[in-house]
């Protein structure tokens, strides 16, 4: 109950920054928040509010103790997907449950469970990488639309604007290779590494994110010789200066993904090679094959 309830509020009320864009411009939110886990704070508030309302209360009927459960529970996984808390997340999990453990649920207390729970809502909170290639290149899309809303914001008040928000610098932005082939393996490899040395059987995971990854570097070859190119994802806003080049969103990007290289990303293609290499080194950057074999 506590992980679909955190799943369904993490990112309630989201204003499409991130938190150091709130601390910067000293946001009304980061005053409120004391600049500490501003967005997810706010996420807590708005939910708990909701949940104080008889219309939505759902917990109603629950005894005292486990509405305080849910509660501790539901604020230690959001404030979790803070992403200044990701690679602490990811060693309290490996020194909890290190490789080949064996779970054995009525024994978890409410730490490990809770630990669990962060863990699973931060793989799914970042689980576009996880998705078919045409799926999370949508994701990506529209992450770099926010991102580029940012840029422009924080220019807009004399802020510097952050790294990867800056649309008229060429290639920045996540809809790059070269940038998101960094995310994967410095941020998502090693989050799912963990996962699945201890749920092998989600396997599918691993798939999609090398087919994703094999994108991203196809596209890092692409273009490694234009570097003055601008995102063929995003059009600028009415903002930008009309030198930059404006792009429609199914241009040339999309068109090389669904015509030329969809093929080489076939989901079955991938899941039948798993009985004679999976423990191949397929997964060679970071993510062991040989602790997800089923």
């Not at 798939?207 to 570097?217: A, G, I, Q, Y």
């Not at 990303?265 to 950057?285: K, L, P």
Request: with cysteine; aromatic share 8%; proline share 5%.
């Amino acid at each position: 109950l506590t992980g679909l309830l955190a799943g369904i509020v993490h990112d309630l009320g989201h204003t499409g920054t991130n938190n150091a864009f709130q601390i910067n411009a000293q946001s009304d939110l980061a005053l409120l928040y004391n600049d500490q886990h501003i967005l997810e704070n706010l996420a807590l508030t708005k939910a708990m509010r909701l949940l104080k309302n008889p219309a939505y209360d759902f917990m109603s009927r629950m005894s005292s103790r486990k509405k305080r459960t849910v509660r501790t529970l539901l604020i230690q996984c959001v404030l979790a997907t803070d992403m200044s808390e990701h690679f602490g997340v990811i060693s309290d999990f490996k020194n909890k449950f290190p490789s080949k453990a064996v779970l054995e649920a009525e024994k978890l207390g409410l730490e490990e469970q809770g630990l669990l729970l962060k863990m699973a809502l931060k793989c799914a909170d970042l689980g576009h990488v996880t998705l078919p290639t045409l799926q999370h290149v949508v994701w990506v899309e529209s992450l770099q639309a926010e991102f580029y809303r940012q840029g422009d914001w924080e220019r807009d008040i004399g802020l510097t604007v952050s790294v990867l928000c800056d649309r008229n610098k060429p290639r920045c932005g996540p809809a790059h290779g070269e940038n998101q082939m960094g995310f994967l393996e410095i941020i998502c490899d090693p989050m799912y590494n963990a996962w699945l040395e201890l749920f092998p059987k989600c396997i599918q995971l691993a798939f999609n994110l090398n087919s994703n990854r094999r994108f991203w570097e196809s596209d890092r070859k692409h273009n490694a010789n234009m570097p003055d190119s601008k995102s063929p994802l995003i059009s600028p806003s009415p903002n930008t200066p009309k030198n930059i080049p404006k792009f429609s969103k199914r241009s040339s990007f999309l068109n090389r993904l669904t015509k030329a290289q969809q093929p080489s990303f076939a989901v079955n293609e991938e899941i039948s090679s798993r009985t004679s290499d999976a423990t191949s080194n397929r997964m060679s950057h970071n993510v062991d094959m040989s602790a997800v074999t089923e």
